[in-house]
């Protein structure tokens, strides 16, 4: 008899697989924020977000509709109410994750996570075209010096440090700019940037 409730205790609290799925997600969601914190700018085409936003709300929305039917099973085999509360702040806490960063923020696996790979194993000198929403920064100070905000990506992925201050300073809302890079026609890691001879 202990050594059966010692076999429960040790039982994960969450699938194995579930987790799995889970994780997978995450690694597809999230690699842009932690690369932002290294400095490392990746923007995708304004072209590609229009095409893969359905996709990623769609995969937001059966990745909350799978963490909710995976917690209501585990809900209804509680039988105290404090476990059944325990069960309740899991879900709540996976499902703020999908919900908050794709269909709040714009960032998914589609838009960013599957492009940043494409771009960091099969790219190639890549330019695409974007268009200033403004400037932010005309100093050399701060953590994003001299930089502008691209109009159609995500916030708060959208600035662009580290510009030359020519650049910065010459140009204006609405203004088109070519941005150069390692990538695809999905997206780029930015390198440099120069302004549009057509804009």
């Excluded at 109410?81 to 696996?109: E, I, K, N, T, Y």
């Excluded at 662009?160 to 890691?189: A, H, Q, W």
């Amino acid at each position: 008899m202990p050594e059966k409730l010692l076999a429960k205790e040790k039982k994960p609290f969450v699938a194995r697989w579930v987790r799995v799925v889970l994780l997978v997600y995450l690694v597809l969601t999230v690699p842009h924020i932690i690369l932002s914190f290294f400095s490392v700018q990746y923007f995708p085409s304004p072209d590609w977000l229009i095409k893969a936003r359905p996709f990623d709300i769609a995969l937001s929305v059966a990745v909350l509709c799978f963490i909710s039917a995976v917690c209501f099973r585990l809900w209804k085999k509680q039988r105290s109410s404090s476990a059944r509360w325990d069960v309740f702040w899991q879900w709540l806490s996976f499902s703020m994750f999908p919900a908050w960063l794709v269909l709040h923020m714009g960032s998914g696996a589609v838009t960013y996570g599957f492009p940043m790979i494409v771009s960091a194993f099969a790219g190639q000198d890549t330019e695409l075209s974007y268009v200033v929403k403004w400037r932010a920064n005309l100093s050399s100070e701060g953590r994003c010096p001299y930089s502008i905000y691209l109009d159609g990506v995500p916030s708060p992925w959208q600035r662009f440090c580290n510009l030359p201050e020519e650049l910065v300073t010459t140009v204006r809302r609405g203004d088109t700019i070519i941005v150069s890079g390692k990538g695809t026609s999905m997206g780029l890691y930015a390198d440099s940037a120069a302004l549009s001879t057509d804009s």
